[in-house]
């Protein structure tokens, strides 16, 4: 089955950072999506990519499609405390198919 | 209130019992799903439908059923839990073609 490679698995960063995570896939995707989860909750969608090199921005957050469509990567500009959380990549190979969920990459935030 | 009501919260059970977690939506969506969420393996899919006749099997189906009831209520149970399917769930919706899924906030569930 399709499997997604999320990197870092966890990060500590110091307060005004920029952050950068990634993951990558065995196989091609046409969706990516973007989810960030806090204790307690469910995952929130925070960006949905849906062409071969989109670059889409939620304030301070930018995400990407890889060209190949085997890859995307999240990016957080001047991190704040309450960027603390983890966060999903998740790709979808076709609009029936299932959406496959890499394992997180879990941030912390030094104030 | 959430577009994507789970209920209960929270669960405690023994083994061999059987319980049903419930989940609801308002957002209108036809393709409801149920996921599982186990500390550093991500969300795996247990089960999903895409209308209320319909219902497939996802990565980890064996020991769970479930139920569309309705376009807003999809259901899922353990007939007999057991300790390793002590976990967290999720249920999600989605509107349709490609569109990004949406969450609830999660039953815990703990089988002793």
């Known amino acids: 089955g399709q499997q997604l490679n999320q990197s870092p698995q966890s990060m500590f960063i110091q307060e005004g950072e920029d952050v950068s995570m990634n993951c990558t896939s065995s196989s091609i995707f046409n969706t990516w999506l973007w989810y960030k989860q806090e204790p307690g909750e469910g995952p929130v969608l925070l960006i949905a990519l849906y062409k071969a090199g989109e670059l889409t921005s939620n304030g301070r957050l930018t995400a990407q499609f890889g060209i190949t469509r085997k890859d995307s990567f999240l990016n957080i500009s001047a991190s704040i405390p309450s960027d603390v959380g983890i966060y999903f990549c998740?790709?979808?190979?076709?609009?029936?198919?299932?959406?496959?969920f890499g394992t997180g990459t879990k941030l912390q935030v030094i104030p | 209130d959430a577009d994507v009501t789970q209920t209960p919260r929270n669960r405690i059970t023994k083994t061999g019992k059987r319980i049903m977690l419930e989940c609801s939506q308002t957002?209108?969506?036809?393709?409801m799903y149920w996921y599982r969420q186990d500390p550093g393996l991500g969300l795996q899919l247990i089960y999903y439908?895409?209308?209320?006749?319909?219902?497939n099997k996802g990565e980890i189906s064996d020991g769970y059923s479930v139920s569309r009831q309705a376009q807003a209520k999809f259901s899922l149970s353990l007939e007999s839990a057991i300790p390793n399917q002590t976990a967290l769930y999720f249920c999600?919706?989605?509107?349709?073609?490609?569109?990004?899924?949406?969450f609830g906030n999660g039953t815990r569930l703990t089988v002793t």
């Open positions: 999600a919706t989605s509107g349709g073609h490609n569109s990004p899924l949406h």
């Open positions: 957002k209108g969506h036809d393709r």
């Open positions: 439908s895409f209308d209320v006749k319909d219902i």
């Open positions: 998740a790709g979808r190979a076709g609009g029936y198919q299932k959406v496959t």
